[in-house]
């Protein structure tokens, strides 16, 4: 009895830890979701509006039922950290994200993720929600460790190492989806949409809106004790605002609405069930328990997890480290100079023709 005693108090510790496994895991069956209906040429706006629809329609029922009888009244300050939560963590967060990666490439955006667990942490000390402690261990380690997360980043996004071949399958779900406007990008046309800049900009603000949520949901927790219900807040918001903002910037062409029996379809219920419904409870749950930093230090998972699944299903190549990063062009980019036909920021000069234009094609997708 004793040994199943210290088994199930072991087990009761790590929940946090497994929790935030569990919801890597999570958003990687959401990224790999992303990528398809992307390359199914289905718009960013659209994708986030639906996404917290069926987010929302699932999480709503689950949080009056679940919570009935315990949830405090509610105050117009709990509806403010749900908006809150709800712009941060999802409506604008969402659209900077993947508005990020279509300008510049999921390999740099992946990368940049990781100065999450920084910024969060830097956040939450000009806060005072966290203390620096520097002459303490934990201080010390806490500080360490946002440095190398910095560096950690820095050298994924700027270093390519050798390539690495660990298993190789014929799986690669892109082909199932590759819509009319990807397939002329075959051919040779590569997109001249691309903004070094302004994806790097957006890349860090979708970093600082994550931050932001963990710190706000972090708040929320504390005043309204209700994971459930808290979500269901921050997905109703996040559905209006992502529906407003759909509204204004795919008016012009409603068959961008339209939704199939289709990869459109099972990524938009997939990401609202799961990545929203399910997953923001989980990050409510241990940040009420951990708090904001030990939620953020888990991000850099995603990216191996990502890695992974991206070379066992979409035949993606994997580096010890990302591809080079063209300085001269972000020089172009910044001086405002122009050129025809761009390369891709993740070529390396010595790529061939086709494989310049197989990566344009691509671009939207991880290429780890």
Not at 26 to 35: C, D, E, F, P, R
Not at 208 to 234: D, G, N, R, V
Not at 295 to 300: Q, T
């Amino acid at each position: 009895m004793v040994y199943w005693a210290k088994i199930s108090n072991i087990l009761h510790g790590s929940k946090p830890t497994l929790l935030m496994i569990l919801v890597q895991i999570t958003l990687t069956i959401v990224n790999i979701g992303y990528k398809l209906a992307l390359n199914d040429g289905m718009p960013i706006s659209v994708l986030v509006a639906y996404r917290f629809m069926f987010g929302a329609a699932f999480i709503v029922p689950v949080a009056f039922f679940v919570e009935r009888k315990k949830r405090p009244k509610l105050t117009r300050r709990t509806i403010l950290y749900g908006f809150l939560c709800g712009l941060f963590g999802g409506a604008l967060g969402q659209n900077l994200y993947l508005k990020s990666l279509d300008l510049t490439s999921a390999t740099y955006i992946s990368a940049m993720t990781n100065l999450v667990p920084a910024m969060t942490f830097v956040i939450a000390i000009c806060l005072r929600l966290e203390r620096l402690e520097w002459n303490s261990l934990a201080g010390k380690t806490k500080v360490f460790g946002t440095l190398l997360g910095i560096a950690g980043a820095m050298l994924l996004t700027f270093y390519k190492g050798p390539q690495m071949t660990p298993w190789k399958t014929n799986i690669n779900l892109l082909q199932t989806t590759l819509s009319q406007h990807h397939h002329h990008l075959n051919k040779g046309q590569t997109p001249n949409s691309h903004n070094l800049v302004l994806g790097s900009l957006l890349g860090i603000a979708s970093c600082a809106c994550y931050s932001l949520w963990l710190i706000i949901q972090a708040k929320a927790a504390e005043h309204y004790p209700c994971p459930y219900s808290i979500t269901a807040m921050m997905t109703v918001w996040a559905s209006i605002q992502g529906v407003v903002f759909a509204l204004c910037t795919e008016h012009h062409d409603w068959s961008n609405w339209l939704l199939g029996w289709n990869i459109r379809l099972l990524t938009v219920v997939v990401a609202g069930i799961l990545g929203s419904g399910m997953m923001f409870t989980l990050i409510a749950w241990t940040v009420r328990m951990r708090g904001p930093l030990f939620v953020s230090i888990f991000n850099p998972l995603l990216l191996v997890m990502v890695a992974i699944a991206g070379s066992l299903f979409l035949q993606e190549k994997l580096h010890l480290g990302m591809r080079h990063f063209d300085h001269r062009r972000a020089i172009r980019c910044v001086v405002g100079k122009r050129q025809g036909i761009e390369e891709s920021v993740t070529i390396n000069a010595g790529e061939s023709s086709s494989d310049r234009h197989a990566a344009a094609a691509t671009n939207i997708t991880t290429k780890l």
